[in-house]
């Protein structure tokens, strides 16, 4: 995500600015489907355990490679698939926006 996103409700999205050039990374740890539904809840409720996921911090580039043949990722809200690798990358002030 664009800038630290915070997960806990009822911020979970929110996040304190979008400029400051870093994304929001968390790599979530390999899980059950049960294990990784209570991940989720965990997260949503504020409670993430050190074995859920990993926070990357400081990240301007990444780059998502898989051996599937796509990827389902979110999209500016709509759902994709795209093939990978997928590359990210932070832009800072590239975005110039005028407002009232």
Known sequence: ???DN????PGAGRRESIGDGRMCVLV???????S????IIRALLGGIRDDDMVRVDGVERLRVDSHRSSLTIS????VVRLPPPLDYRIRKGALKVIAP
């Open 1 to 3: 995500g664009n800038n």
């Open 6 to 9: 915070r997960l806990d409700v």
């Open 28 to 34: 979530m740890r390999k899980k059950t489907r049960r």
């Open 36 to 39: 990784f539904l209570a991940a």
């Open 75 to 78: 999209l500016d809200g709509e």
